[in-house]
Structures are given as C-alpha cells and as structure tokens.
C-alpha cells in the first residue's frame, strides 16, 4: 500500500478553499500514485472551528463539501476530517468524523470518541463520543489485504504505558487491534508546544510497539489565532520507530510505501526546542497576519530586546516591507535606545519613523495638574507615557490598516509588569508566551542564525527598562529574571503552590510576592490581545482562571 500524508494548512471557516486544498493533495497523490491519502482532524472546516459549529449553514457546507471530495476519489481513497451531524434530538448535535472516500463515494464514517475538554481543548461542548471502533478492509494494488483501524487524534492519547494520569476509562487503540485492525490511521490536530514532540514520539512509539501494527498520524500545519499546529506527520513502525517524518512547521506531502512491509522513507528531523519555539513564533505570525487579511504590520522599536526580537519575528515571517517600526522617544529615553531602534530598522531593512512624545507628554501633565494637586508623582505618571505611546500606535494602525504587534514577554505579563491600554495595546502579542530568559535565547539565535548582529550587541547588553523615569530598570520591580521565570515556570505552568515552590530553596519572600503579582494581574490578561502558544500553558485559551477571587498565598 503507498500512502499518501497530506499535512495541510486549512483557514478555519473557509470551506471552499479547504475542499480545494483537499482535492489539489489528491491530485499530487494521485500523480505520485498513492493508493490512499489521509488527512487531518476536521480538514474542510478547519481547527479548531469553535462556535462556528452551531451555525447550521456552516455544518450544511462541509457536509457538502466531504460529499464533493468523495466525488473525487474514483482510483484512490481518502479519509476526510468533517463535522458530522448526529441526527438526534438528544446529546451534543454533532460528531467529530472521519470520512472513507472512496468509489465516488463515502463508504464509511469513523467518529472520534475520546473528546478532550483539557488545556486549549472544548470538544464536549460540540461533539457526542463515538461508541463503536471503526475497522474498514482495504486492498493494495500488490494485492496485499489490510484492515484499516481509523481514530482521530485524542483517540491515540491514552496509553497507560506511557500517560501518567489517563483521562478516559477508553483505549481505542488497543480496541482497534482487538477489532482486527493491522495498521492504525490517525487523523490529528495537535498543537505545538514546547517539547511535544518528544511525547507524541514516546506515545506512539511505544503503541506502535505495543500492538505490534504500523501507526500513521498525520498532524495539521498552520497558526490559527492562538495555537500554532506543527505539523511532522509521520509512520510508526514496530520495533523501529519513526520511519517517515513530514516537514515541520510547513505543509508537506509525504509518500510512504507501506506493504508489504513499511518501508524506511523521507524522515525530516524535528528542530531543536529553541528552534521549534523560533518556528512556531514565525509561522503563528504569519498565519495570523494573512488569514486575518491585514496589509501589514507596526512594532514599537523601544531600543530594548523585547521589540528587537518582536520585529525580526515579523521581518522574517512577513517580509521587511511590510513590517514597519516606530520610536516614540521621551524626556526619559536614553540617547542609545533611539540609536539601536534606528540601527535596528537599518539592519532588518524596514520602515522606520519617530514620533517624539514629550510634547505630548507636558500636555497631559498640564491637564491633569488640578486633579493630582498634592500627590506626588507614582507609576500613574510613568503609565501616561505608556498609554501615549499605545494611542500613538493605535492611530497608525487605524488610519494605514497595519496590525499592532505588541511585545510584552510573559515574564512581564504574568507579573502585571506591563501597562493596560498602553504597551499592551495591538492586536497580536507575538512573545507573550515567551519568557525574559527565553527571549534572550532567542536573540542569540537570530544572531548566530544571521551570521552577524543583526539584533544590536547593546541590546543583549544594557539592563532591561522601560525608561518611565530616570535610571529605571526592571530588576527595580522585579528579581532577576532567572530566578522570576524559574518561579513562574513552577507556579503557572506546573501549578506548584508557594509553599512548594519555597520548598525548593526560593527566598520566600520573593516567591510570595511573585504568586501575588500573578494572581492580582488576571484583570490585565484578560483584556490583552492573543498572544502565540509556545508553552504547555499560557496565558490564553487554555488558561481559565477567575478575575474576582481571593485564593492566594
């Protein structure tokens, strides 16, 4: 059997286009003659298609449009990723479907039946579980027989072996192999994070090993709003591993010949996890951009390394013509903070403008003179700046259609070191699930991949600041940022308590202080902009923590 991996990038919503991805992917593998392709969770309306799935005409089109691919599929068959209906009055209305297309028609129809409800993940809000495994036969051209066992990501995921805390009472894998099944084919929407790669590769090893059968799984591609999908479709063969991999981070259409025993084929290697995250970065940046049809981007070039990175991200993923930067320097800013950001610019080939803002600055100090008489000056000062600055970008945005990118790192956003309606104004927050230490990490990288200095050395150099006041810098605020995104790595994305986190040998102060910032900040990150998911756990979607709540240490 030559099977075909179609990792594709679908836009969510976009019916048409993804059936004609679809049918172009099956053009390809008919021409390289695969047998049968296959393709990601819910292909034609893209992932994740969210409250779009209680719009009837929405569920009525990629019904269509499955019937339409099965039209197709005269000499080859195809499994589909669709949004079926239920046809009952009771339950969730609709499953989570795989369709067999073959025959110019839809033979049979697998649904999913593990539903994640977990992390970025609401699949029991839309979908009923399927009950039954689906087992279908299927015959090579070399005459060699097969029994097809059709699952659907999460459905792979819950392998006692290898999952520490299983969340279903469910092995459909292991009830595939019971049903007959002699190769697993699995169709998936996993998102990236950060060292993933690494489980998806121990978990479907060890099935694979397990049931002694061949395992497909072929992932989507593509940034859709938060989640970044990294594709690396592979084959998982018994005893042997991954032998076939698909590109990362990029659609990729992978040949396997799998009879009559699965044959070693193209296995790219999965990058680096400062890479991956690197990747991951460009590509939600660019798939954000162009699905949500922006001409272009806007950064503030502050001089400091959070923008400096922010703009390659948007340089390289965008291209330079599209990126455009602004200084808005202050009474405060540091002659060498408007040289950097300038020879930033210069470097990365953008456009480049400066809009002062002490003017404009003086002007609200003077009209809010008679309110604060008799206070002295504090942070609400120091926020004006902050906010002038957001209006400033907000304007351009407005007025030339550019995408504001905003550059707080997590570090920051988690601690509420960032101020509302001021730097954490945009449209996107590219490094938001990014922490300070991480950022640094990836400046060298850019550098090194650059061959040059491409973000200045001063900037890797000079102590962190918001130049707000005169000699500020953020270790003012805060501890230094190793020891801050040790603290944070354990209390947001491990869920450690305080008293474990001191535990560990942390200055109990500086941790109790921490975990407070964290907690009293949840207004802020709620009404910042989506931020790109590289992490296990940002702050985003997955992330559903209460704003009026008094649960601390």
């Not at 090993?209 to 989507?220: G, K, L, T």
Request: with cysteine; aromatic share 6%.
């Amino acid at each position: 059997m030559r099977i075909a991996l179609a990792q594709l990038n679908p836009v969510i919503g976009d019916i048409a286009g993804n059936t004609r991805r679809v049918l172009d992917a099956i053009e390809r593998a008919r021409a390289d003659s695969a047998e049968l392709v296959v393709f990601s969770e819910l292909i034609l309306p893209g992932y994740p298609p969210k409250d779009l799935l209680l719009k009837p005409r929405f569920i009525d089109e990629n019904v269509a449009a499955v019937r339409r691919v099965a039209a197709a599929c005269n000499d080859l068959t195809a499994l589909v990723g669709f949004a079926q209906p239920t046809g009952r009055d009771t339950g969730r209305p609709l499953h989570n479907a795989v369709a067999l297309c073959r025959q110019g028609e839809i033979q049979g129809v697998y649904h999913k039946s593990l539903l994640p409800t977990y992390d970025v993940f609401d699949e029991d809000r839309y979908f009923e579980p399927g009950r039954q495994p689906c087992v279908l036969p299927f015959r090579g051209r070399d005459g060699a027989a097969w029994t097809l066992g059709v699952s659907i990501c999460e459905d792979l995921w819950n392998d006692e072996t290898v999952v520490a805390r299983r969340r279903y009472d469910a092995n459909p894998t292991r009830e595939l192999v019971a049903a007959g099944a002699t190769i697993i084919l699995n169709a998936s929407a996993s998102p990236f994070s950060v060292g993933k790669e690494d489980l998806r590769t121990r978990l479907f090893t060890a099935q694979s090993d397990r049931y002694r059968v061949p395992i497909v799984v072929v992932n989507q591609v593509g940034g859709n709003d938060d989640l970044v999908f990294d594709g690396a479709s592979a084959v998982y063969a018994p005893g042997r591993g991954a032998i076939a991999r698909a590109r990362a981070f990029e659609e990729d259409l992978l040949i396997v010949d799998l009879a009559p025993d699965p044959a070693a084929a193209r296995c790219d290697l999965y990058p680096p996890p400062l890479e991956s995250i690197y990747a991951a970065l460009l590509l939600g940046t660019r798939d954000y951009v162009s699905k949500c049809g922006f001409r272009g981007v806007v950064v503030g070039l502050s001089g400091g390394i959070d923008s400096a990175v922010t703009a390659v991200i948007a340089a390289q993923a965008l291209g330079p013509d599209a990126v455009h930067g602004v200084a808005m320097p202050s009474r405060y800013s540091s002659d060498h903070s408007l040289e950097d950001a300038r020879l930033l610019a210069k470097n990365l080939g953008l456009d480049f403008r400066v809009i002062p803002i002490d003017a404009i600055h003086r002007a609200y100090e003077a009209g809010l003179t008679e309110t604060f008489a008799g206070r002295s000056p504090d942070t609400t000062e120091e926020n004006v700046q902050a906010r002038i600055r957001g209006n400033l970008l907000m304007a351009l945005s407005n007025k030339l259609g550019w995408l504001l990118l905003t550059t707080g790192n997590k570090s920051e956003i988690a601690v509420g070191y960032c101020t509302l309606y001021g730097d954490m104004c945009g449209g996107l927050a590219v490094i938001s699930d990014v922490p300070k230490t991480t950022v640094y990490d990836l400046a060298r990288l850019i550098n090194a991949r650059a061959g040059r200095d491409l973000i200045p050395a001063r900037c890797l150099e000079k102590p962190p600041s918001a130049e707000l006041r005169p000699d500020q810098t953020d270790q003012d605020s805060l501890p230094p940022y190793p020891v801050l995104d040790d603290i944070l790595q354990r209390y947001v994305e491990d869920l450690q308590s305080a008293d474990d986190i001191i535990a560990t040998g942390f200055d109990p102060a500086v941790v109790q202080s921490v975990v407070r910032k964290v907690d009293a900040s949840e207004y802020k990150r709620k009404q910042a902009p989506p931020g790109i998911k590289v992490t296990s756990r940002a702050f985003g979607t997955g992330r559903r923590m209460p704003i009026a709540a008094r649960f601390g240490p």
